[in-house]
């Protein structure tokens, strides 16, 4: 079972992830993490912080001389920014200071909950764990799976569909097309006319002291058919895939294939049909997103998520401070306009974790030799079905 956990406070020491399940004998070195950490610092709109930070990953266990043991793997994120906070988060007593509390809750933060759910004194205690900083770490774990989806031809990308109520024309693009125009666009976008117009929504944003949201798209090739299950709802891959999704900062919509829009058409113009090339099954088209009853079809896995407009706003919503239930302005923390073009990078390592975790259950081996044999053998199973039946 492939499994991961992060810790780290956004203005600590660092962020840590411990991966666990890697198969032994895959090559692995911090070069194939740095430039997915370096994609989720970019984007335009972004705050101060991006400036300050320039992640590179420390691999500490699990790899000996570039290739993985099969033990944990623990990855290690400096925060560059703990310089300027090593008394305000340290982890001694002697340095703690209650007149440097933040008072004021957030409206669409975690921090109100948080302060009354864990009883702290600061809201501060709160927002360092809930901030999105977090996400360096899964982009860390990502590009782990990434590593190893490589090794059986599977490839990712992801890219910003639509920012406010900007929308990029992207439906007709291939995976291909999408690689290639996303990575000449600051903001991750396949369409350059609407990237320009993005980047005007995003400065009028700014200046107004507001934020923007938008939807990011994420796409896999070359799955084998059969991943996750149909047999019980905690095995279906579209369930772990939505969840995957969900769990990123900021994230309140997901979609597969065609999503939300499926609702309003008839079942004629859903539902893919069935073909074959003679050796393997295909559909004619992809509104699927390449999942049926839980389990991938073979074709492109095609994922939408929703990102919210940034709760942290220059000129800040009304809240109230919880310690003298008096009317207050939400605190201001340094904070991004728009953060859609991360929250993609983000999105892309948060599926490529599920899926690589669902590789993993389906031909999970200590080795990567074995992984491959075990993939090996179901392939040729399935390219000559319906032999051997049982
Ligand atoms: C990549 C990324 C960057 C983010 N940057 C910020 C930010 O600078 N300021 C902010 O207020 N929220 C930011 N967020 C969103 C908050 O972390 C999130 O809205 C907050 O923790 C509350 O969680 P929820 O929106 O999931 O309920 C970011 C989210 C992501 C995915």
Not at 45 to 68: A, F, Y
Request: aromatic share 4%.
């Amino acid at each position: 079972m492939l499994r991961f956990l992060t810790a780290g406070e956004s203005h600590g020491r660092g962020l840590v992830a411990i991966v666990e399940g890697m198969p032994s004998g895959m090559s692995l070195i911090a070069e194939d993490i740095n430039p997915d950490l370096k994609a989720r610092q970019g984007g335009y709109g972004r705050g101060g912080r991006m400036k300050i930070e320039s992640d590179q990953v420390q691999i500490l266990s699990g790899v000996r001389w570039g290739q993985t043991l099969g033990s944990p793997i623990a990855l290690l994120i400096e925060n560059k920014d703990f310089a300027n906070w090593e008394t305000k988060m340290s982890v001694h007593p002697e340095h703690r200071d209650p007149t440097i509390a933040i008072q004021e809750p957030r409206p669409g933060h975690a921090d109100l909950v948080g302060l009354l759910k864990y009883n702290r004194p600061d809201i501060r205690d709160i927002l360092e764990r809930a901030s999105a900083r977090e996400t360096a770490a899964r982009v860390a774990v990502g590009a782990v799976c990434r590593k190893l989806l490589q090794q059986f031809s599977i490839e990712s990308v992801s890219h910003v569909v639509s920012i406010g109520t900007v929308v990029a024309p992207v439906q007709s693009l291939t995976f291909e097309e999408i690689r290639a125009r996303q990575a000449a666009s600051d903001l991750k976008c396949a369409d350059p006319k609407a990237e320009m117009t993005m980047k005007v929504a995003i400065d009028l944003a700014k200046h107004e002291g507001d934020s923007l949201g938008g939807v990011v798209e994420v796409r896999v090739k070359g799955l084998p058919v059969g991943l996750g299950s149909h047999v019980h709802w905690d095995r279906k891959l579209d369930g772990k895939l939505a969840q995957s999704l969900m769990s990123i900062q900021a994230i309140k919509g997901v979609e597969i294939g065609l999503g939300f829009q499926s609702a309003f058409l008839d079942g004629s113009k859903v539902h893919d049909e069935i073909s074959t090339d003679g050796s393997v099954f295909l559909r004619l088209s992809n509104n699927a997103g390449g999942l049926e009853g839980g389990m991938t079809t073979g074709e492109d896995l095609v994922l939408r998520a929703a990102m919210k407009p940034i709760a942290t706003l220059q000129r800040p919503k009304k809240t109230i401070n919880p310690f003298t239930k008096q009317p207050a302005s939400a605190s201001t923390e340094r904070s991004d306009v728009c953060a859609v073009t991360a929250a993609a990078v983000v999105a892309e390592a948060a599926t490529l974790f599920t899926v690589a975790q669902a590789f993993c259950e389906k031909f999970g081996g200590d080795s990567l030799k074995e992984m491959k044999r075990n993939f090996d053998l179901y392939c040729e199973q399935i390219r000559h079905f319906p032999e051997d039946l049982p």
